[in-house]
């Protein structure tokens, strides 16, 4: 009753604009991620909270402030040091390259939930975004090859896809939306960022790897720019 109800054409639109940008963002971190470490994949995507300002003055015609310049200054040094190789060399990964990719995506969806689910019902444009991506996930593996049926065989994969499809992004997409309808942007990002924070520590128990002392230095100065970027004073809320 509530879909027929509030699936209107405007958040028909509203869920299909957020989903195109949602599937943008899955596909670029899981590209990235085969070619990088999980905890590298997971800060770098964090860094949409810096880029997010940005996207604002674009969209929105919204200047970012001096901290917010400061953080993205803040938050290139961390990413060189998370990425770049020690010595001279200025190489940086595809997988890391791609990573940061996803980024940019996920700052576009961010800004697209803040201006589209003004006036729109959140579960109605949650059902479309989540359709929006299945759609464009199952269009892009017809091309880039499906599962086999080995794999739909094998009870760990098909846990993990559900893993990844209820609870990754169903669940994470709509309690985004949720929380982008009653809390300022930033608290909102900032929670986001702990993503990063998860990530590492994940990478560390399962794939056991090893943080140098210049990965950790730059984490620790992209999750500095993370906080001065979203964080707020008291009695003052972030559009």
Same mark, same amino acid.
């Given at each position: 009753p509530r879909m027929k109800r509030c699936l209107t054409p405007a958040a028909m639109r509203a869920g299909m604009i957020i989903g195109v940008c949602s599937f943008l963002g899955y596909w670029t971190q899981f590209v990235g991620l085969s070619g990088t470490t999980p905890a590298k994949n997971a800060f770098l995507? /964090?860094?949409?909270?810096?880029?997010?300002? %940005?996207?604002?003055? #674009?969209?929105?015609?919204?200047?970012?402030?001096?901290? !917010?310049? =400061?953080?993205?200054?803040?938050?290139? *040094?961390?990413?060189? =040091?998370? &990425? @770049?190789p020690g010595g001279s060399s200025l190489q940086v990964s595809w997988g890391d390259g791609v990573s940061m990719l996803s980024a940019l995506t996920?700052? %576009?969806?961010?800004?697209?939930?803040?201006?589209?689910?003004?006036? !729109?019902? +959140? #579960?109605?444009?949650?059902?479309?975004?989540m359709v929006t991506v299945g759609l464009l996930a199952t269009l892009v593996g017809c091309f880039e090859g499906l599962p086999s049926a080995e794999a739909l065989g094998d009870k760990r994969f098909i846990l993990a896809m559900l893993y990844i499809t209820l609870l990754a992004? /169903?669940?994470?997409? &709509?309690?985004? !939306?949720?929380?982008?309808?009653?809390? *300022?942007?930033?608290? +909102?990002?900032?929670? @986001?960022?702990?993503?990063?924070?998860?990530? /590492?520590? %994940?990478?560390?128990?399962?794939f056991h790897?090893?943080? /140098?002392?210049?990965? =950790?230095?730059? %984490?620790a100065l992209i999750f500095t720019a993370v906080i001065l970027c979203t964080w707020q004073p008291r009695g003052k809320e972030r559009t």
């Open positions: 995507s /964090t860094c949409y909270c810096v880029v997010v300002p %940005f996207v604002v003055w #674009i969209v929105q015609r919204q200047r970012p402030t001096r901290r !917010n310049l =400061l953080a993205a200054c803040i938050c290139v *040094a961390g990413l060189a =040091l998370v &990425t @770049l996920y700052s %576009f969806e961010i800004v697209a939930v803040s201006i589209f689910l003004r006036d !729109n019902d +959140v #579960i109605a444009v949650s059902a479309v975004q992004s /169903t669940y994470g997409a &709509t309690a985004q !939306n949720l929380a982008q309808r009653h809390i *300022a942007a930033g608290p +909102v990002s900032m929670l @986001l960022a702990l993503e990063s924070v998860f990530g /590492t520590i %994940f990478s560390v128990i399962f790897e090893v943080l /140098t002392l210049r990965m =950790l230095v730059g %984490f």
